[in-house]
């Protein structure tokens, strides 16, 4: 007889053999959920002993014990409360199955009860936060900060945080940041002793991060009184807040403000009895613009603005042509190190880790249409070049038009690529830039995304209407889904991608934050009638200190003029190197 028959003969003994010990079907009785690693199930190894669930139990033959169907799931049998365990009847498979095939991954997992796994899966997504969020107590969460009456260790409540709970955490990110910030440490050092914003009362609002924190506790080393708001209502960490509140900084953000929140806080920071504001610090406008609505008063005593974003620029310049600026103002946006280092070298690198962050996605091949190529938009460029995205740009403007064709890229219409590209990211700082029209068009799957500053420059209201479903996929990630079927990927809802979904490099926001600080140090002890009530650029020499603080991070060394060489072009050995009209 060959080994072919004998083979089919043991096989067929083997399905009888199964076919006496399971009957037909039988609901089994309900048994407790199988533990998640009991779906795949392994070869033990030889020199490892036994998990519980294979050593047989006490009292119970091992032949009762022995599952001669491999296709039998985990939990299809019924317990006893002797502990034994009786095989579930059923019906038997006309053909061979391999136990592999049966490993399915809709096992119960034990805190879940009877939900699929699928579905735990979908929860557990929802309830996840990205590396970049905050540490939170979910027993926090239904709880507004607003409606909690907190205390800092020295009895004090003038703040307004998630959780101050949360401040020894925060205080290891505020330290971990200080070590990737050498000018504002270089700075707070050197000026200490002589106190420049002594008597400053400074109002800010900006985004609440570990380096922003470090920024905050360098001006109150300078003499600075300090009360801070955010001003996104995503990008706060709330264990840096709690810090901040906890070292007696009056604080007022969480992350996941409501607009209401995010209003409210700014008014607690500008309206409080017995301090008044004599310096304000602004990223956006907000700020400035609360002020000038409901304390224009204030303005008699405050000396300057000091104002780091492209939008809050465009609002100062706005206020000066219409003659209502009252006081004097700093635009940091457009000093040299914030735009080149700030704008273009942190962008760079902060637009993949939000993407990767929120979608997990493969960037080769994918085609990308980034709206807008001032220097956000270059960095959003060359990081996705880089990585083997075909990338589409938009402009308005043909000078950084023809700057984005000599860098390879195709200028485009949005309407003309918008059915086929799978990422669409803006950065223009202007609004409704891709409306409703462009959105109802895109493929099924298309991520959309926001690099400025504001969130207006995507129509995300126009999303908010009964015949699209909004669904939360994860934390700062929504699928807004059509009638018939198609879903689009928004990300932070609009509002800034790297921020509110990932960190930016915190060498680079030393950078901009020295330029800050030295900006509230020029404006603040300016003699009377240096600056009028107009939008200044910072001066060149302030800008090319902010550079020279971070080079002996690289231990760089600079090479200075010889006295022939300075006066051969007109410049002073130490600077300034550059006219103000120079473009880097």
């Known amino acids: 007889m060959s080994v072919q028959v004998v083979t089919a003969k043991m096989a067929e003994v083997e399905m009888k053999d199964a076919t006496k010990e399971k ?4 609901v089994p009785a309900a048994a407790p959920a199988a533990p998640i690693n009991a779906a795949l199930p392994s070869e033990p190894d030889n020199n490892t002993a ?15 014990m022995k599952r001669s169907d491999p296709a039998q799931r985990p939990g299809d049998g019924a317990a006893s409360p002797e502990g034994a365990v009786s095989e579930a009847p059923r019906t ?5 199955q391999f136990a592999d095939q049966k490993r399915e991954f809709n096992k119960r997992p034990t805190k879940i009860g009877r939900r699929s796994l699928s579905r735990s899966i979908s929860q557990s997504s929802t309830d996840s936060y990205s590396s970049a969020a905050s540490y939170t107590d979910s027993s926090d969460d239904e709880t507004s900060p607003r409606d909690k009456q907190q205390k800092n260790s020295k009895g004090s409540s003038d703040f307004c ?10 205080r290891r990110e505020i330290e971990i940041a200080e070590q990737e910030m050498p000018a504002l440490m270089a700075l707070r050092k050197r ?12 109002v800010g609002c900006t985004h609440i991060t570990a380096q922003t924190a470090v920024l905050i506790e360098t001006l109150g080393a300078l003499g600075a009184q300090c009360r801070w708001a955010a001003c996104n209502i995503y990008s706060t960490l709330n264990e840096v807040a709690a810090a ?11 992350k996941g403000e409501s607009e209401d929140d995010f209003w409210w806080c700014i008014d607690r920071c500008v309206n409080v009895e017995g301090w008044q504001p004599n310096m304000i610090l602004d990223d956006g406008g907000d700020l400035t613009h609360w002020i000038y609505k409901k304390y224009p008063n204030m303005f008699k005593k405050i000396k300057g603005i000091v104002e780091e974003s492209v939008t809050g620029v465009h609002r100062l310049y706005q206020l000066s042509k219409a003659g209502k600026l009252c006081v004097p103002a700093m635009n940091v946006n ?3 190190t914030k735009q080149k280092f700030d704008n273009l070298y942190c962008c760079r690198e902060s637009i993949l880790d939000g993407l990767k962050r929120t979608t997990d996605m493969m960037f080769g091949g994918k085609q990308v249409v980034v709206c807008g190529y001032g220097e956000v938009g270059k960095g959003c460029c060359a990081a996705l070049k880089a990585m083997g995205s075909i990338v589409y740009v938009t402009e308005i403007d043909p000078i950084c038009a023809l700057q984005a064709c000599m860098d390879g890229f195709r200028l485009v219409k949005l309407n003309e690529v918008i059915r086929q590209v799978d990422i669409v990211i803006t950065c223009t700082g202007n609004k409704n830039v891709v409306t409703r029209e462009h959105l109802d068009r895109m493929k099924n799957g298309c991520i959309v995304c926001n690099m400025g500053h504001s969130n207006t420059e995507i129509d995300v209201a126009s999303l908010r209407t009964p015949e699209l479903t909004w669904e939360r996929v994860r934390s700062q990630v929504d699928h807004v889904i059509w009638p018939d079927g198609k879903r689009i990927v928004l990300l932070a809802e609009g509002r800034l991608l790297n921020l509110s979904c990932s960190t930016v490099p915190t060498f680079v926001l030393s950078i901009t934050a020295t330029t800050q600080a030295l900006a509230l140090i020029e404006l603040y002890n300016a003699p009377e009638g240096r600056y009028k009530q107009d939008v200044y650029l910072l001066p060149k020499k302030m800008d090319e200190y902010v550079a020279s603080l971070h080079l002996p991070t690289f231990d760089a060394h600079l090479t200075e003029l010889s006295d022939e060489q300075a006066k051969y072009l007109g410049l002073n050995k130490n600077g300034p190197f550059k006219p103000n009209y120079y473009r880097y």
């Open 23 to 26: 009957p037909n079907n039988v």
């Open 50 to 64: 036994l998990s519980p669930l294979s050593q047989p139990v006490k009292g119970v033959p091992a032949s009762a």
């Open 92 to 96: 038997v498979k006309k053909q061979i």
């Open 161 to 170: 945080v998630k959780n101050i709970k949360q401040a020894e955490f925060g």
């Open 191 to 202: 000026a200490q002793g002589e106190k420049p914003l002594a008597g400053a009362k400074i």
């Open 244 to 254: 901040l509140a906890e070292s007696g900084v009056p604080v007022f953000s969480w």
């Open 334 to 336: 457009d000093s040299v």
